[in-house]
C-alpha cells in the first residue's frame, strides 16, 4: 500500500505559476491527473521512479514541468496557467518503475488538490 500526500494548489491569475508536491510512503512512478468541473479525468503528466523518464499530455507541454527530488517526492511546475487548466489534480503512484499516461494503470491515488485559475 502506497500512500501519498498532496500539497499546492489554490487560486493563481491565468499566465501565473504554481507548484503541486506529492509525497508517497515508497518508491513509485508517479502522475498527475485533472479532472476539470464536468469534464472526465484527463492525464496531465508522469515521470518514471528513476526520474529519468517523462510524459506530458499535450495541452500542458512546454508549459508544465513534473520533476521529483528523490525517490518519494514528485513535483508539478505550472506556469503560463490558464483558466482552463482549473480542475482538481490528483497524485497517481504505481509500484512497476515505468511511468504511463493511463489511469488504471495507478492503483494508488492522492485526495486531490484545487488549482483554480481566474482570467
Known amino acids: 500500500q502506497v500512500q501519498l500526500v498532496e500539497s499546492g494548489g489554490g487560486l493563481v491569475q491565468a499566465g501565473g505559476s504554481q507548484r503541486l508536491s506529492c509525497t508517497a510512503s515508497?518508491?513509485?512512478?508517479m502522475g498527475w491527473f485533472r479532472r476539470a468541473p464536468g469534464k472526465e479525468r484527463e492525464f496531465v503528466a508522469a515521470?518514471?521512479?528513476?526520474?529519468?523518464?517523462t510524459l506530458y499530455a499535450d495541452p500542458v507541454k512546454g508549459r508544465f514541468t513534473i520533476s521529483r527530488d528523490d525517490a518519494k517526492t514528485a513535483y508539478l511546475q505550472m506556469a503560463s496557467l490558464k483558466p482552463e487548466d482549473t480542475a482538481l489534480y490528483y497524485c497517481a503512484a504505481r509500484s512497476m518503475p515505468f511511468a504511463t499516461t493511463k489511469d488504471f494503470e495507478y492503483a494508488y491515488w492522492g485526495q486531490g488538490t484545487q488549482v483554480t485559475v481566474s482570467s
Open positions: 515508497a518508491r513509485a512512478a
Open positions: 515521470i518514471s521512479g528513476s526520474g529519468r523518464s
